[in-house]
């Protein structure tokens, strides 16, 4: 079994930045591709960011590219989202996952391992 714990959530107004974290423990982290998703009020669960085991591959949502940067550091079994420009529309929780995918282009909802209990955005306008 694998734990994962994010931090770094809170309230920020748009434009600002925040930087989540997530904390794996249990399991060789190293192993596992990483991902950030979060979900919206009344909004269904959506993908924000994937990083692969050694941090060469990465992908983004749309949405997202250019304002967040996925990043791990295996030694310390954490992965990152540093997320700049917020926008009204990035409050959502944020949530931290762990996938065995081959390589991240399979990565989905269907294929995720473990996930974290999520960290709470808050963008005001």
């Known amino acids: 079994q694998v734990q994962l714990v994010e931090s770094g959530g809170g309230l920020v107004q748009a434009g600002g930045s925040l930087r989540l974290s997530c904390a794996a423990s249990?399991?060789?982290?190293?192993?596992?591709?990483m991902a950030w998703f979060r979900q919206a009020p009344g909004k269904e669960r959506e993908f924000v960011a994937a990083?692969?085991?050694?941090?060469?591959?990465?992908h983004y949502v749309d949405s997202v590219k250019g304002r967040f940067t996925i990043s791990r550091d295996n030694a310390k079994n954490t992965v990152y989202l540093q997320m700049n420009s917020l926008k009204p529309e990035d409050t959502a929780v944020y949530y931290c996952?762990?996938?065995?995918?081959?390589?991240?282009?399979?990565?989905?909802?269907?294929?995720?391992?473990?996930w974290g209990q999520g960290t709470q955005v808050t963008v005001s306008s």
């Open positions: 996952a762990a996938s065995t995918v081959s390589a991240i282009i399979f990565l989905t909802q269907a294929r995720i391992n473990y």
């Open positions: 249990g399991r060789t982290f190293s192993r596992y591709a």
């Open positions: 990083i692969s085991w050694s941090g060469g591959n990465i």
